[in-house]
């Protein structure tokens, strides 16, 4: 009793600081830089459009369209993220006469399945600077209504699911022992509370499909897809997000069996595990997931867990508030007072670590006072947060005022009818409070944070001599990195030097080092970017500093880099998506089974079909694996004798029109309207590979004069013109 008293007030308190971030928002897959730049004015046309953002992204479910200014469309159409960094997105382009072009995107981000999209124009040839449209990129977040929904009702459904176990547990159970024989069997088990079971778990069957249909449906540009078209499909087989939802199908058939059944003890348990395992996945497909800090994801668990023991033990507590209306006054008095008593410890331990948890996540998410103001995210964490304060003063009402009233009733061995109907009201009043409270979250989910998350990259400093050299790679994986190099002496920085270079050397011993010179920015820091780090393992990176008149510095750095996880690289992913539909398959016809054998014949047929389909949709997966098209190999090495047999090739078959040097300035390609390809540009690595060249030399090039070579070149002449062809890139 005085631990309770006394700790009345660091209950408000912590309530007051939880306000300020119930279930942080999720991140989203923002355009962070593109080539070209947008407002670019080209001298030529580019090969390629490339996009970095700053997730991950899905490939099966992103694209990404160029159009030129009569809306007609100039990409190819082979929108394709790279393997070896899953935040690029590409597509080639045809040969561009010049005008104004506007890059127009889509993406799915494959941490929380969240849609952007967004713009901007770019000039290639005497196109002027004024003739651009007076934007720059533009981003645009999706609010689809059907994913809000989805969201909401996952939310509310899994408090409910945990909440129960915990309230009956830790609450309900024990005040119902100290009454004794006083209360009738059937008390242990209000019948208000079956019925909230069951609403909570269609109410997850509903999140469930809705968010596979909204998540399906962005990626063709509805509101929600068909359960039977191929983006279902394709997202399930071929994405995380896809595994994922699978994952969480088995644990909610695997909830409906343990719950929808006459309840026990051990099922009511094993129940609270796997709801605790659902809210995990809400986390795994959350910002958290995305995020570098390695805190991240654990308190995002931590903080979905704690709202869901406090707000999702309400409607319980409400249940059992009914229950007891037929009880002796004095009795019910007491026994509610206990309740609350319990009820205030539990919700106390929740409301640690829901303070602790969300400041964590207010730090990282917004930053600072003037971006809880400036942004969208920020004002409307603000609404969430003038709409938690009403549930604050409920929650202090009844803390400060009822509980001690009924705590001196209960002593004094009288009824307090009116309190008790009050207190009826005020737990009302916080669960329609709670569920307006988690359709913000909804909202919240689908808006970028007011403050992005910073890259986490490579970092590291030593000195050398009089210097202190400071290297940082970002974003630090394989693939395209921007490297970064700040020097300084006696603490002033370096800004003149005679060259700064970095060689990179890997751990693999057939893969000759390389290196780059870096270019002065200002201030002591240099920089370049480039796919330097072209393959997982460690490297040593080594920073050399020639200054006039002074020895050369040199300084080691060791880093170790993983293969990202890109999803198209997972040849698994297809027989990991059949094999679970497979067992949630299963798991659905043993969780109906009492339903099959003995309810009535429209939930048998619906619970047995829905069981057939998941195993028969997993067998066929497992048994027709529908793997992404994979690139053909090269099968010619590249020597000597391939580059002369191809070379010889391209002066008879391709100069005429693409020029000796491959610029496409031959003297039949100069007459061409659209003129050929600068093949200098298209030879680049990382912009082509080897099989979409040959596939051009092979079947042409749609929209120009390209013809296939198809019967006329055997398919050793195609390997070896492509081969030549990569000598044509420009030397750095």
Avoid at 154 to 159: I, N, R
Avoid at 235 to 263: D, I
Avoid at 708 to 723: C, G, H, M, P, Y
Wanted: aromatic share 10%.
């Amino acid at each position: 009793m005085r631990f309770l008293k006394a700790f009345r007030w660091i209950f408000v308190a912590g309530l007051l600081l939880a306000a300020w971030g119930v279930f942080p928002a999720a991140a989203h897959a923002l355009l962070v830089r593109s080539n070209p730049a947008s407002n670019a004015v080209l001298a030529s046309g580019p090969a390629q459009v490339e996009l970095y953002f700053s997730e991950s992204i899905e490939p099966g479910l992103s694209s990404v369209r160029v159009y030129d200014s009569n809306a007609l469309q100039v990409d190819q159409g082979d929108t394709r993220v790279d393997s070896n960094d899953p935040t690029r997105l590409a597509v080639s382009l045809r040969s561009l006469t010049d005008g104004v072009y506007t890059v127009s995107w889509e993406v799915v981000s494959a941490a929380d399945g969240h849609q952007t999209s967004g713009s901007f124009p770019f000039a290639v040839g005497a196109a002027s600077q004024a003739a651009l449209p007076a934007q720059s990129a533009t981003t645009t977040i999706q609010l689809p209504a059907s994913a809000l929904v989805a969201k909401w009702l996952a939310l509310a459904s899994l408090a409910l699911l945990v909440g129960q176990f915990s309230f009956s547990a830790w609450v309900w159970q024990p005040v119902l022992a100290a009454a004794g024989d006083q209360l009738p069997a059937d008390f242990r088990r209000p019948s208000a509370w079956a019925l909230i079971n069951r609403l909570s778990l269609l109410g997850l069957a509903l999140a469930l499909l809705l968010n596979l249909l909204s998540t399906a449906g962005q990626a063709q540009g509805a509101e929600l897809a068909w359960p039977w078209s191929p983006a279902v499909t394709s997202l399930l087989v071929n994405s995380r997000l896809g595994l994922v939802w699978l994952a969480c199908l088995g644990l909610a058939l695997a909830e409906v069996g343990l719950l929808w059944g006459r309840p026990s003890v051990w099922k009511q348990a094993a129940a609270f595990a796997i709801g605790l395992g659902l809210l995990f996945s809400l986390s795994l497909t959350s910002h958290a997931a995305a995020d570098s800090q390695p805190f991240s994801l654990p308190a995002d668990w931590l903080h979905a867990v704690g709202v869901s023991l406090w707000m999702g033990g309400l409607p319980y507590f409400l249940g059992g508030l009914f229950a007891l209306r037929p009880v002796e006054e004095t009795a019910r008095t007491r026994l509610v007072s206990l309740c609350l008593r319990r009820f205030s410890a539990l919700a106390l331990a929740s409301v640690a670590v829901i303070a602790l948890s969300g400041l964590y996540a207010a730090i990282l998410r917004v930053g600072s006072l003037p971006a809880l103001f400036a942004s969208l995210y920020g004002q409307t964490l603000v609404f969430k947060l003038l709409l938690f304060g009403l549930i604050l003063l409920v929650a202090a009402g009844n803390l400060l005022v009822i509980s001690p009233r009924l705590a001196q009733a209960s002593r004094s061995g009288r009824a307090d009818l009116p309190l008790l109907y009050r207190f009826e009201r005020a737990v009302l009043a916080e669960i329609v409070l709670g569920g307006l409270l988690l359709a913000s979250v909804g909202v919240l989910t689908y808006l970028p944070p007011a403050q992005a998350p910073a890259p986490a990259g490579l970092r590291n400093t030593t000195r050398v001599d009089d210097l202190q050299i400071d290297l940082q790679i970002t974003p630090g994986r394989v693939g395209q990195n921007t490297f970064a190099v700040h020097l300084s002496s006696n603490g002033q920085p370096v800004e003149v030097v005679k060259e700064l270079l970095l060689r990179f050397t890997p751990s693999q011993q057939n893969v000759a080092p390389s290196q780059a010179q870096l270019l002065s920015v200002g201030g002591g820091d240099y920089a370049i970017q480039g796919s330097f780090l072209s393959l997982p393992g460690s490297w040593q990176v080594q920073a050399v500093v020639r200054r006039e008149n002074q020895f050369d510095s040199y300084a080691d750095f060791d880093f170790s880099l993983s293969r990202p996880g890109a999803a198209q690289e997972n040849p698994l992913s297809p027989y990991l998506a059949g094999g679970l539909a497979g067992l949630d398959g299963l798991l659905c016809l043993a969780a109906f089974y009492p339903a099959w054998r003995r309810g009535p014949w429209p939930r048998r047929a619906a619970s047995f079909g829905l069981g057939l389909l998941l195993a028969a949709a997993g067998a066929a997966w497992l048994l027709h694996p529908q793997t992404p098209a994979n690139a053909q190999a090269n099968p010619i090495p590249p020597n000597a004798q391939s580059v002369t047999a191809g070379q010889a090739l391209f002066q008879e078959r391709c100069a005429p029109c693409h020029g000796a040097g491959g610029k496409g300035d031959g003297p039949i390609g100069l007459t061409m309207l659209p003129h050929p390809a600068d093949l200098t540009q298209h030879a680049v690595p990382g912009v082509h590979t080897d099989f979409q060249l040959y596939d051009w030399i092979t079947n042409g090039f749609a929209g120009t004069r390209m013809p296939a070579f198809k019967q006329i070149l055997s398919d050793t002449d195609r390997w070896n013109l492509v081969n030549f062809i990569r000598t044509l890139a420009p030397r750095p």
